[in-house]
Structures are given as C-alpha cells and as structure tokens.
C-alpha cells in the first residue's frame, strides 16, 4: 500500500515571529513566578527551569532560515533581541548578521566580544567579509586579515577598497572557470569533480591562460551540444559585462534589461576578478528603494524601530527643524494678510485647500522626476521639453480642479469673485508646484546631493508659503 504524505505548506515569517513571540512571552511567565518563589534549592530551580524554557525556544530558532531569524530579531525589542540573539548558533551568526538591517546589526555587534565577532567572520567568504567589515571594530578586522591566506586577504583588502555603491563592492569571487581549447566532455567531467556549483550559476566563465576573460558558456549550452565540440565553437563571446569601478545603480538596471543571473567582473585589463549575481543586485535594488523612501520622508537613515529615543531623535532632527523654519515663513506670509482674513473668513477656510493640492501636486512631479533620473532616463536635452509638459499638465489640472472648487466656492458663499479667486489661486500655485518640482531634484544633483532627500519636504515647504500668498495676495487686490 503506498502511503500519501500530506504537502505542508512551510511557516510563514510572520507566523514564526508570533510562535518566537509567545516562547518568549511564556518564558518570561515562567521566570517571574520562579523568582517569586524561595526555598533552599531555589537558585538549582530556577536555572533548571529557565534552560528548560530557553531549549525550546533555542530549537525553534534553529530551525529557521537566516534571512528569517533576521527579520525576528528586528520585531523584537532589545531585551527580547538580545536574549534570541544569545540563542542562536555561534556558527550562524555571520550569515544573520548580514541579513538583519544595519541598524539593527549596530546593536548586536555591540553585545559581542571581539573573539565572537571573529569567530562569525570566519565562517563567511571573503566577499561576504567585505560587506560586514565597515561594521566591524578595527582590531577585529586586522585580526581577520592575519588569519586569511594570501589570496583571500588581497580579495578581501580589494573588495574593501571600493566605494559602497560600486560594482566591486558588490561582486563576489566564487565562480567556475575553464580554457576554451577543451571539449564539452571535459567540461562535464570537471564540473562533477567539483561536486557543487557556486548559488546563481547559469554560465562558466572561459579564460585564457592569464585569466582574461574571452567568453562565457551557459549551462543550456554545455549540456544540449555535442560533447565532443570544443568550448571555443559553443562559447559566447558577446558578454555583458562591468568593470568593478562601475555604479552599481547601472549594474541593477543592466540585469533588469537584460534578465541577467550573473555577469563578469573584469579589471583595465581584460583580466576576469568576480562576477556579480542577481541575488546581490536584487538586494541592493531593495536598500535603494527604501533609502530612497526614507529620504523623501526626511529621515538621513534606516532606523532601528525598537532605537532608544536619543537614537530616533537624532535620525530625525534635522528635517524636522528645516520644516519648522518653513512652517513659521508660512505663518508669516499668512500673518501679512490678517487683515483680509478677518475681513472675509472664508479665506481662513479656503486657504488650506489651495496649499494642499499643490503639495500634492509637486510631490507626483518630484516623484517621476526622480524615478527618471535613477532610471537614467533624463538628458539635459530632453530636460525643457520634460519641463513645459508638467507646466501643461499643472495648468489643464489648474483649471480643471481650480473650476470645481471655485463653483464649491460660489455655491458655498455667494461670491462669484471669490469662486475665480480660488481658481486662479490653484492654478497658479500647480503651476509653481510642477516647477520647484523639476528645479528641485535637477539643483540637488548639481549640488551634488541624493535628488530624493528632503524633496518632499522642500515642495510642500515651497507650495504651502507659495498657496498662502497667491490666495491671499489675489483675494487682498481682487475682492477688499
């Protein structure tokens, strides 16, 4: 009789965070009603029953992929942090520290001794050193470096000489490599010796006999032509490629274009280094996009949700004071005009509106317009005809919305004047919304600053004084 086992679906993250959460929860049940308790075996019980508790939470944590244990670990409060993280295996360490956040990563690496940090680094290759080192205490990254080989410690000391968001930084060095004068046979039989490939293999890299890189072979390829055919008829030869000096923002748009898995890194010299892989470009295309959210929203870096209030409030300050500044010019412009407000209150109703909509409307420019630049999609030649659409597109929804809400306006409070007052108004402020919407992100970049941060906060900064006084200026000379 042939037995059917049921498919079970694996735990989903969220779920394995609620079980940690409720180990932890009992666990500390169980801790306090121990501790209340005295007799004269009482320290014997309570660490007897706190290894108990601790053992299954241990084996749960065991059993969960690294990426997961990460994404545990920053639910979690410190405390509870700090006592998962003194669960989890001593051999396990490095590859969670390079999953969790890197602020997150800040506070377990400060609960850890420099033999630990070691210990961690030394189960992880040489590329994946390079992205834990600008974390790592110095003593323990000298350390390192005397316990590499030679080979190993000119990787490693390469890979950490790159700028963050190069390809180099990114690359790695676990790749297969073979001569173009051998059969497709030969190939095979080389490939089963090794045992195992390295992740995200779909091509061998074919060198010369000084490593320059002459082609690629895809898999596809080796295992559906003749065997007995040499490398150098199946190859190809038109690779894509990058050089380790080359912005990794153009790498990841490079594998999206052209569904690439991996890719070779070469040096000025044609002389294959790395190769870089789409699960490495996948994550920096992730930390790009939430860096990129962060920054419109004015915050200088990821934050740690469970940070002390010190921490948070020095991630958070400094837009925060550029805001203030900005609201008070803006109480100010509105201050200018106290006059007509308490001559006519429905200005005190409809001004909001006004500014409103147009920092809306500039954060939707600023938002294609960065998206354009990241995507390399914006020229200086292209940059007028790109500018006069979004004044065409400001001034149609202008007179659109303007028109519906100054019939609103009419219907409201009898005053055809003020009706073409607040349509005036709103078509105007669009119109300067769309163009600080351009003029933002193109000055940034010039400055040479990141385009996406604190534009958000700049337009509704720009369209909020810029509401006021054009509702209020026109309102002043066209109705009192």
Known sequence: MTV?????????????????????????????????????????????????????????????????????????????????WDLVKAERDGEILLEVSDAVRETLIESMDSDELLAAAETLDTDEIADLAPDLPQDVIEEL?????????????????????????????????????????????????????????????????EDALKGVLPLKRLLIHDPDALVSDVMVDDVVLFHPEDEAHDAAQA????????????DANNHLIGRLTVDVVVDYIRDASESEKLGLAGLREEEDLFASVWKSVQNRWAWLAINLVTAFIASRVIGAFEGSIEKLVALAALMPIVAGIGGNSGNQTITMIVRAMALGQLQPTSAR???????GVAGLNGLIWGSVMGLIAY????????????????TLNLLLASVMGVLIPLFMVKAGRDPAVGSSVMITAITDSGGFFIFLGLATLILL
Request: charged content about 25%; hydrophobic content about 45%.
């Open 4 to 84: 059917v086992q049921e498919n079970k679906s694996p735990e989903s993250v969220q779920e394995s965070l609620h079980v940690v959460q409720e180990l932890l929860r009992k666990h500390q049940l169980v801790e306090s009603l121990v501790h209340k308790q005295q007799g004269p075996k009482h320290d014997l019980v309570e660490s007897l029953v706190h290894k108990q508790n601790l053992a299954e939470l241990r084996a749960k944590l065991d059993e969960l992929h690294p990426a997961d244990v990460a994404y545990i670990l920053e639910s979690l409060p410190l405390d509870q942090r700090l006592l998962v």
């Open 385 to 391: 005809k790109l500018f006069l659409k979004e004044l």
């Open 145 to 209: 470096l005397q316990s590499l080989d030679a080979r190993n410690r000119a990787r490693l000391q390469s890979a950490m000489s790159y700028e963050e968001d190069s390809v180099g930084a990114l690359m790695d060095y676990d790749m297969v490599t073979l001569r173009d004068d051998i059969t497709l046979e030969v190939a095979l039989r080389y490939l089963r010796r090794l045992g195992e490939l390295p992740d995200q293999t779909d091509k061998l890299f074919v060198v010369d006999h």
């Open 411 to 426: 219907l409201l409070y009898s005053n055809i004047a003020l009706g073409a007052v607040i349509m005036s108004a709103m």
């Open 255 to 266: 594998f999206e274009r052209y569904d690439l898995v991996t890719a070779p890194v070469i």
